[in-house]
């Protein structure tokens, strides 16, 4: 599984962010490998479309699944149509969400 | 001759429900053969009150992008050259109508010669008269997000021979900008109130980007204790005109009556404003 979470800072102990599109960062944890890493949200200072710009990324990257407090409508349409899995973050840092999933305690937006 | 005619003034306020459409249709109903725009294309409401005859009706289209899936290739060149991001690849390209800001750049940076550009209705233009005023109004279809180029068309091939008076949609945003983009004056509309004044503070921070001369109403005036009279007052603004908190005026307007064509005691009000405004936009 490759999973994506909107999140604030570049580290495993980050919030969530609350914003999907415009997040600063996605925090990217493979559990294949046990990887995480960590990457700039590009569609963050666009003046529209961040949503769709944003899952397009991710859909590029691979990523499976998508952890996120909210998503808007169009990001939606996008992530449905690459079958991407998405699940409702619970309170915590990023990691314990992550944690959460793998524990089958998450769920689906 | 008198070439000051042909101008522009634009009536504008940052809430809604201020007076921008009180002042416009009875401003353009009292200046001779003048033309009424009505921007506010989401809720139009200039042509409740003049009932025109409608001349001309034009509809209102916008292109958008039609892809052929046989002739894509999936490079996904659209995708990354939309700065609108209106599209995304999965499996195929996928178009969002609702942010797609029609430049047809999408088509011109596709290789295969996959993307046709289709003509989209988007609202429609009447054109029509009422007594010696020309109206023009714009509607945006139900449904749809943006009435800028509804907006750009109602302010084309205006009647350079005499003053025009612009109805704009409540706010500061693109609708409001396009609307005001062309215009020799601006009146600001405000309302006694902290919102009000508020909103007032918007605009007039607009106004002040794109350089407009401009001066504010203060309407449903009731006396100084007024937060947009403070306003004006601390930022040196120049007020143009008052119009009183009436019963009379709410009573007319109610029935879709213009203030100035009966013999209501506000028509004053109006006249005064109007020779002002006339003497400003042509300073």
New interface residues.
């Given amino acids: 599984m490759k999973i994506a979470i909107p999140v604030n800072e570049k580290n495993e102990n980050t919030a969530v962010c609350p914003s999907f599109g415009r997040t600063y960062f996605f925090m990217i944890h493979d559990t294949e490998n046990g990887q995480t890493s960590f990457y700039d949200n590009a569609a963050n200072t666009t003046a529209g479309g961040a949503g769709i710009k944003a899952s397009q990324s991710l859909v590029n990257q691979g990523v499976d699944t998508v952890i996120t407090p909210r998503m808007g409508n169009n990001a939606l349409d996008v992530l449905n149509a690459a079958n991407i899995k998405l699940l409702k973050t619970i309170e915590g840092t990023a990691m314990q969400n992550i944690k959460a999933l793998i524990a089958g305690e998450l769920v689906s937006l | 001759m008198n070439n000051n005619k042909g101008k522009k003034i634009a009536v504008l306020s940052g809430k809604g429900g201020t007076g921008k459409t009180l002042v416009s249709v009875n401003l353009a109903a009292l200046c001779p053969n003048s033309t009424y725009i009505d921007c506010d294309v989401e809720e139009p409401n200039g042509h409740l009150f003049f009932r025109p005859e409608i001349l001309k009706e034009k509809i209102i289209t916008q292109t958008r992008p039609q892809i052929d899936d046989n002739k894509c290739n999936g490079c996904k060149k659209c995708?990354e050259f939309?700065?609108?991001?209106?599209?995304?690849?999965?499996?195929k390209v996928?178009v969002?109508d609702d942010?797609c800001h029609s430049c047809d750049g999408c088509a011109l940076v596709c290789p295969q010669k996959a993307i046709t550009m289709i003509n989209e209705e988007v609202g429609k233009v009447h054109f029509g008269k009422s007594l010696d005023t020309y109206v023009k109004s714009g509607f945006l279809k139900v449904g749809k997000i943006s009435g800028s180029p509804i907006i750009s068309n109602l302010l084309k091939n205006i009647d350079e021979s005499n003053y025009t008076f612009i109805d704009c949609p409540p706010g500061s945003a693109c609708a409001v900008m396009e609307s005001i983009k062309d215009a020799d004056y601006c009146i600001l509309v405000s309302e006694p109130t902290i919102f009000g004044a508020c909103n007032l503070e918007m605009v007039h921070k607009l106004v002040n980007v794109f350089h407009k001369k401009f001066g504010v109403i203060l309407n449903k005036y009731t006396g100084t204790n007024n937060p947009s009279l403070n306003y004006c007052l601390k930022n040196n603004i120049e007020i143009i005109g008052k119009i009183p908190y009436s019963n009379e005026i709410a009573k007319l307007s109610s029935v879709g009556k213009i203030i100035v064509r009966t013999n209501s005691s506000a028509k004053k009000s109006f006249e005064d404003i109007l020779e002002k405004v006339l003497k400003k936009v042509t300073k």
């Fill in positions: 995708v939309c700065r609108f991001n209106a599209l995304a690849y999965i499996k996928m969002f942010i």
